[in-house]
Structure formats: structure tokens, C-alpha cells
RNA sequence: GGAGGGAUGGCCGAGCGGUCUAAGGCGGCUGUCUUGAAAACAGCUGUGGCAGCAAUGUCACCGGGGGUUCGAAUCCCUCUCCCUCCGCCA
């Protein structure tokens, strides 16, 4: 959510943002006119709010002195200023939700140093890291692979649960889980983030903190019973730690780390990357959230970056980094770097990773705030997350980039303490 | 799942429709006294909206929402959460 006072500053600035945004739908004006209309209601329904409070003061008096027939008097004159009073606040009310409900339809700005493009093809490759691996064979894609050596199953997933499940089975499980342990050492140990296990069901409520809804309900995975919910990331639950509170003086930043799995029906791709473990309905990630200083924001979001790149550094795994440009910028983002894995068997890259700074925009919605000093007035922090990294497309770029011409799959160095000691997958 | 009891400011806690502008205490800040500190004494003490250059004014907030009333922390309805006991359970 952007603060109404800046639309209402610099109306003609926010709309050339929403263009550079390529948001033709963004409600600017919608709300400018709500807002106006706000707060001509509110000045009129306070003025009689006023006038009520301290009549009202006098008719006790005049109880008490027994004025009986003045207090009357005074009572008939008041019924009146509260149907007046209620018929203000009742517009005033569908009016506030109006604008609610325009202000949650326009993105937040993007930093001015992000590019201008109008979609995904004006996105710029900030960099890649390592050489594309060579093969003195045709490398396989890893379905092939790890149906082989019998470690992925995905027809008894889909007789499980439907289609997009699978089963990690044998050193594929392990594999993954011992990816997962070792990227969360590496986050708090050298990264200095600190472990949290969220709830991986949620309320609503949280769901709004975050933006996921109402826009994107129909992705989400819901118990109707109890209206919870399924988290679609991590970053639902661990932004919305926070949610309502003022954080002391001092206490930022705030830098956690979850494992998680995430749930997503992905309704809306059907048809799209079914081979594979490319994209589930259910799957795992190690992500990463901070909660900074406004002054903060940009040097966290690169040291963000680079700690998502370590980990496919230290799996020697060749990545590129691209920058989002504004026609591709996700909704809450204000700026956006994706990091690509490459997959030699798929012969693509792999997004791992998407790391954002939202600004103010995800607290303002979620109403997280800190004190600068102590007694200071409090200030909305800035968020950040990024994924460190999502587990299959990690697993797909590790079958693929080490295996060999016999079908095995070798074991990366830095996961052999956390697989027994095993090196070689067959 | 069953039965009961609760939710008030940073914390504890009073509050039986009108000086609630929320008592009192703790904590915190400022000042007096003191060489300094402690103690004592005095004053101050939350969040947000709107108007205003500002001083300031005004409104809202006693778990959330709705209602009754001239007027609600207080009465009514409803939801959420917490606690105690019973049942079930890894």
C-alpha cells in the first residue's frame, strides 16, 4: 500500500510510475476522489461529533441540577444530530472501504535507478557466475535421471494426489533434506539470519498482511471448516511476525530464515512445466526475510542478493542474475532480482530465487513499525525477502549439472557431511 | 468435543450509563535538593486520522465487529483469543 498523502502530493508523478509499471488499471484517480470525499466527511461528521460530546456533558448536568424539561429539550435536539451523525458515518464507512479497496490496487513505485521496460524481454542480466557446464555426452533432463536411479516417482504421486505431485524416494529425499539443512547453516551460521519454524496454515488475516489476498486467492489451498489457509511461502507467516507491533528502538535489523514447504493450486499455469519437478503444487524453500531501516533498504537488498548467490556458489552451480525492469516488477517490489539456476538437461535457467525490497509497502499493510530511537515517534520498517533457495529447482540443476555418462549423479562437496559421506548417487 | 472464567495504557490493576479528560501502583522521562548518586518531593508519560506554516484544535481507539442511548470501558448481540477443569491425542 503507497501512503495517500504522496498520491495526493503528486498525483501526476504516481501516474507516470503506474505507466512505467505498464498498470493501465491502477485506481490513481479512483482514489484521489475518495480521498477527497473522506475527508470531506470526516471534517462534517466531527464538527457534529463535537457538538454532541459536549451537549451531552450538559444534559448530565442538567440532570443533576434537575432541569428536567431543559434536558429534554436538549435530548430531542441531539436524536436529530445523531441520525445526522450516523447517516455521515454510515458513507463515510463505504467511502473508507472504497479507497481501501482502490489504494490495494496500486503496485508500489520502483526505485528510480530501476529500469524502464515494458516486460520480461527489457529485463537486464546483471551478471552470471562460473561456465556452462561441458558434456562429452547428451545430458539427460532429470526426470530421466532420477526416475533411473529410482529416487523421483511421479506416478505414485499422481495416484496419491493428483497431478504436479511426486515422491522424492531414497538418496533423492535425502538429497533434498540434507540441501535444506545445509542452506539454513549456511544463512545463520555465516549470514547471520536466525532459524524460525512458522505455522505452515494461517489465518485469512495473515494472508492479508502480505498482499496474497484477496488478489491471489484462487492460488491458495483452504480448509473451509476453520477457514485456514495453506501458505503458499514462507515469507506469509514470517513477514507477519511482526504484524501490529512497534518494534523497540535498536531491535533492527531483523534477519530470519524459515524452511518451509509452500502450497500453490497454479490454477492459473495449468498446462504449463507438467514435466518434471519444475513446478508442484507442493514444494520446499528456504527463505529469507529482513526487516530494516528505511535508510537500510538498498544495501540489505544487495547483501540479500549475495547471500541467495552463495548458495549456488558453494554448490558450483553456474547462475545468472537478472533485474527485474519496471514492466516486469512484481506488485509489492520496488526493486527485483531473480536468480537463474542453469539446468544443462532442460537447457534453461531455472529460477531459484526472487529477491525484492518492498519498501514501506507490505508495512504499511501489515502495520510493522519501530522506534528510530527511544520515545521517537514510530516509523514503518522496510521488508525484504528472498528465497535461499526454492529446494526442486535446486534439485533439478544438481541432477543435472553433476551427472555423469553412466547415469550417476555425483554429490556436491558441500553436502557430502550432511548425505553420510555419500559421493557418488546410484 | 463438554463445562466454567477472562481480555482495560509499556507492565500490574480499579472501573456497579454522565467531572472517565480511565483511579492507584510499577517502569520511564524532566526538574528541585545533593560534590555526585540514592532517597524524598513535583511535573510529564500511548497510537492514529483530519484541519493548520505552526502553536494548537478536533475525532477515534478500554480484544474485533454490530446494536441500545442525548451520552457506553460500563448494557445487549456476535466473533476472535487466552486461562481452568473434563475428554481425546503425537
Request: with cysteine; charged share 30%.
Amino acid at each position: 500500500m503507497l501512503d495517500i498523502k504522496l498520491i495526493r502530493e503528486n498525483p501526476d508523478f504516481v501516474k507516470q510510475q503506474m505507466a512505467a509499471l505498464q498498470d493501465a488499471h491502477a485506481p490513481v484517480d479512483a482514489a484521489l476522489a475518495l480521498d477527497e470525499e473522506r475527508r470531506t466527511l470526516l471534517t462534517q461528521v466531527e464538527e457534529l461529533k463535537a457538538r454532541r460530546n459536549s451537549e451531552s456533558k450538559r444534559i448530565g448536568e442538567m440532570m443533576r441540577q434537575g432541569q428536567r424539561a431543559e434536558a429534554d429539550q436538549l435530548k430531542q435536539e441531539m436524536t436529530d444530530v445523531g441520525d445526522a451523525i450516523k447517516t455521515l458515518d454510515d458513507r463515510l464507512k463505504v467511502v473508507d472501504e472504497e479507497l481501501f479497496d482502490a489504494m490495494s490496487r496500486i503496485p508500489n513505485l520502483p526505485l528510480p535507478w530501476v529500469p524502464v521496460g515494458k516486460d520480461d524481454s527489457e529485463n537486464l542480466v546483471a551478471r552470471t557466475w562460473g561456465e556452462l557446464p561441458h558434456f562429452d555426452f547428451a545430458p539427460k533432463p532429470h526426470w530421466e535421471i532420477g526416475e533411473a536411479l529410482n529416487i523421483l516417482d511421479f506416478e505414485r504421486g499422481v495416484k496419491l494426489s493428483g497431478s504436479r505431485f511426486y515422491l522424492l524416494k531414497g538418496a533423492g529425499a535425502r538429497l533434498q533434506r540434507a540441501l535444506i539443512a545445509w542452506m539454513l547453516d549456511v544463512h545463520t551460521n555465516d549470514h547471520g539470519y536466525s532459524e524460525i519454524y512458522p505455522p505452515y496454515v494461517v489465518r485469512a488475516q495473515t494472508l492479508f498482511g502480505t498482499g496474497n489476498l484477496p488478489k491471489f486467492a484462487d492460488n491458495l489451498y483452504r480448509d473451509i471448516e476453520d477457514d485456514l489457509w495453506l501458505i503458499p511461502t514462507a515469507e506469509v507467516p514470517v513477514t507477519n511476525l511482526y504484524r501490529d507491533e512497534i518494534l523497540a528502538a535498536g531491535s533492527l535489523p531483523i534477519c530470519h530464515v524459515a524452511y518451509t514447504p509452500c502450497f500453490r493450486r497454479e490454477k492459473m499455469s495449468a498446462g504449463k512445466d507438467v514435466r518434471g519437478i519444475k513446478r508442484g503444487h507442493q514444494f520446499d524453500k528456504v527463505e529469507m526475510v529482513k526487516f530494516v531501516e528505511p535508510e537500510q533498504g538498498e544495501a540489505e537488498l544487495v547483501t540479500l542478493v549475495d547471500n541467495a548467490e552463495d548458495i549456488a556458489r558453494r554448490l558450483q552451480l553456474p547462475y545468472r542474475v537478472v533485474q527485474m525492469c519496471t514492466g516486469d516488477l512484481a506488485f509489492s517490489a520496488a526493486a527485483k532480482y531473480d536468480i537463474e539456476l542453469w539446468a544443462p538437461g532442460c537447457n534453461e535457467w531455472l529460477e531459484v530465487s526472487s529477491c525484492s525490497l518492498f519498501t514501506d509497502f507490505q508495512a504499511r499493510r501489515a502495520n510493522i513499525r519501530y522506534r528510530p530511537e527511544e520515545g521517537a515517534k514510530p516509523r514503518y520498517v522496510y521488508t525484504l525477502n528472498g528465497s535461499g533457495l526454492a529446494l526442486p529447482r535446486v534439485m533439478i540443476a544438481v541432477l543435472e549439472s553433476y551427472q555423469q555418462a553412466d547415469g550417476t549423479v555425483r554429490v556436491p562437496d558441500v553436502l557430502r557431511p550432511y548425505m553420510g559421506g555419500l559421493e557418488v548417487i546410484r
